[in-house]
């Protein structure tokens, strides 16, 4: 069965950085995700796709909200997804979820994940 956990959230002033990492374990060869997301949940509000990475071609999308502040990365090695944010404004604040999914389509969507983490709290505030 494939798990997913992240880790690295925390507390941090606006214009902080922080770096989010998503392990990934219990692979089989049939089983290897091709696409690979960030999501964050905030209060009051729906999930929230951020950034999403293609694991073979190494495309990527973010959101308007994160674009040029927030780099999505993969590290095949050693299974594990980051999430690099920057110039952390206190809207980032929320839960950040990674998820995974083996869609063979080439389009970086934030649908259809199947695989998801339990969630790492983020908090931007003075």
């Known amino acids: 069965q494939v798990k997913l956990h992240e880790s690295g959230g925390g507390s941090v002033q606006p214009g902080g950085s922080l770096r989010l990492s998503c392990v990934v374990s219990?692979?089989?060869?049939?089983?290897?995700?091709?696409?690979m997301a960030w999501f964050r949940q905030s209060s009051g509000k729906g999930r929230e796709g951020v950034a999403a990475i293609h694991l073979v071609g190494r495309g990527t999308e973010y959101s308007d909200s994160v674009k040029g502040r927030f780099i999505i990365s993969h590290d095949d090695g050693e299974n594990t997804l980051y999430l690099q944010m920057s110039r952390l404004k206190p809207e980032d604040s929320g839960v950040y979820f990674c998820?995974?999914?083996?869609?063979?389509?080439?389009?970086?969507?934030?649908?259809?994940?199947?695989?998801w983490g339990q969630g790492t709290q983020v908090t931007v505030a003075s």
């Open positions: 219990g692979y089989t060869d049939n089983e290897r995700f091709r696409f």
């Open positions: 998820a995974g999914k083996n869609a063979y389509n080439p389009y970086i969507t934030f649908t259809d994940y199947i695989s």
